[in-house]
């Protein structure tokens, strides 16, 4: 997993606003898939880029919660995530744009990160594959909306 951000993303506590829509959220929440891997593989993506994620950008979490039983639940993403489907290349393009973008925090599983079942391992080939040789499985990106909607304009929801 690679986090490439120049500076802190996230929301100040006065920004957390549940009880409005995802929408009038200032920062957009993406995480992109390639579209060619098998489902599994995709969820398994998605899912490892959103914890990396959820843990970098400040204030992604909203509060824990407590069903009619009194039994404590997590809090979830509250500014909402959408998951895209893309092509390699289109990923690879969208990862290099993301990282020249500021106020844009990108987190990115390698293909290496699956093709490995040793961390250690998955670290030795990262260590010896320079950025543009590491195809990303999935991207997480958190930025301003508008710069979040231009480098996924014309991607659609992942099926």
Avoid at 105 to 112: C, E, I, L, N, R
Avoid at 129 to 135: A, C, E, N, Q, W
Wanted: charged letters at 20%; one cysteine or more; proline letters at 7%.
């Amino acid at each position: 997993m690679i986090t490439i951000s120049a500076t802190p993303v996230g929301f100040a506590p006065d920004e957390i606003t549940t009880s409005e829509s995802t929408r009038f959220a200032r920062l957009k929440w993406v995480v992109i898939v390639d579209n060619t891997l098998p489902a599994g593989r995709q969820v398994n993506a998605a899912v490892c880029v959103a914890a990396a994620t959820s843990v970098l950008v400040s204030g992604l979490l909203g509060p824990d919660g407590q069903d009619a039983d009194g039994v404590d639940h997590p809090g979830l993403p509250w500014a909402g995530c959408s998951i895209l489907g893309a092509s390699a290349e289109q990923m690879s393009t969208i990862r290099e744009k993301a990282t020249d973008a500021a106020g844009v925090h990108v987190t990115d599983m390698p293909a290496a990160a699956q093709e490995t079942r040793v961390y250690d391992e998955y670290l030795e080939q990262l260590s010896q594959t320079p950025v543009g040789g590491l195809r990303p499985f999935a991207i997480s990106l958190v930025g301003p909306r508008k710069d979040v909607d231009k480098l996924v304009k014309k991607l659609s929801l992942l099926p």
